[in-house]
């Protein structure tokens, strides 16, 4: 059996250790990198490629939500686990809708974080016993009745263009961040209100938050 690579992600440099001790000790693992933010923890799994990934729900830059979006097409056989502070839901089934395979609640204990790891390795989902299972089984109903999803459509520099755009920061600052011409950060923002049906930077806002590419706390 090859050995287990795993990721973790959590801007608490505490509780990236505690995981460490906790998957290396219970799990044989061998955690091949660790992360404080977003854009650091999808860098290093595109470049580790680790069978799983271990991310905080909220994390500075990226959240956990979109980092399990990109995961899917950067390291597709990477296995995310999204670890949270939140029961709620939505959240939940924003984060398996993301690609994610497990969602921890990071007031559980010891013995659920190993089992969700060790699922996810076997390509299993998991849930927190505290969430509910219809999440899982309503999760499979939605996703074989319709993989329309508009956010899929939009490209990865247009998904660069949304994340900053919802942050606040004008074409300018865009073209400057990501070395291109303003006029061209204006089309992938043109793009971005076509394909998602956004009206004006309000809309983009509140579509940013509700998919969790931002947070109000960013």
């Known amino acids: 059996m090859n050995e287990l690579t795993i990721v973790l992600a959590d801007d608490h440099q505490v509780v990236r250790s505690g995981l460490r001790t906790l998957l290396e000790a219970n799990l044989g693992a061998h955690i091949v990198g660790e992360a404080a933010d977003g854009p650091s923890a999808l860098q290093l799994t595109e ?68 089992q969700a790891v060790r699922a996810a390795a076997e390509g299993r989902r998991f849930l927190s016993p505290a969430l509910s299972e219809r999440l899982i089984d309503s999760y499979i109903e939605q996703s074989s009745a319709t993989t329309d999803d508009p956010y899929d459509l939009l490209t990865e520099r247009e998904r660069d263009v949304l994340h900053l755009a919802a942050l606040g920061h004008t074409a300018p600052e865009i073209a400057e961040r990501l070395v291109l011409s303003a006029r061209t950060v204006e089309n992938y923002r043109a793009g971005i209100f076509r394909k998602l049906d956004l009206h004006n930077q309000t809309d983009l806002v509140r579509y940013a938050l509700k998919r969790g590419i931002i947070t109000l706390d960013t």
């Open 47 to 114: 470049r580790l490629q680790p069978g799983v990934l271990v991310a905080d729900l909220m994390m500075p830059g990226l959240t956990g939500l979109e980092i399990a979006r990109r995961v899917r097409h950067r390291a597709p056989n990477t296995r995310v686990v999204v670890l949270s502070m939140h029961a709620n839901e939505a959240y939940v089934r924003e984060a398996l809708r993301a690609g994610a395979i497990g969602y921890v609640l990071k007031e559980a204990p010891a013995a659920e974080i190993i």
